[in-house]
């Protein structure tokens, strides 16, 4: 991806969203392209600042800002994270 433009959002700032995003840097996308959602504000937090990139808390915001959006939680944990996606 690196290189290509893409704005990536993550929903979800956990172990694997984090992962990702920390791949997608090492390959060149540019911190300000990536973005991830959390509800957890510790989680937010330590995770912008070991990156860089901007955390925020609501996954409607990360739709919006990216044109590639990865959903990067865990299986019982989706329906959470897609709720008041519906209306995008």
Known sequence: M??????????????????????????????????AAEPDAARRDAVAQRLGIRVVDDGAEVVRASDLVVLAVKPGVVGAALDGLGAL
Do not use: C
């Not at 290189?3 to 700032?13: C, E, I, K, P, T």
């Open 2 to 35: 690196a290189g290509v433009g893409l704005r990536v959002g993550l929903l979800g700032a956990g172990a694997m969203g984090e992962a990702l995003a920390g791949g997608l840097l090492a390959a060149g996308t540019p911190t300000a392209d990536v973005v």
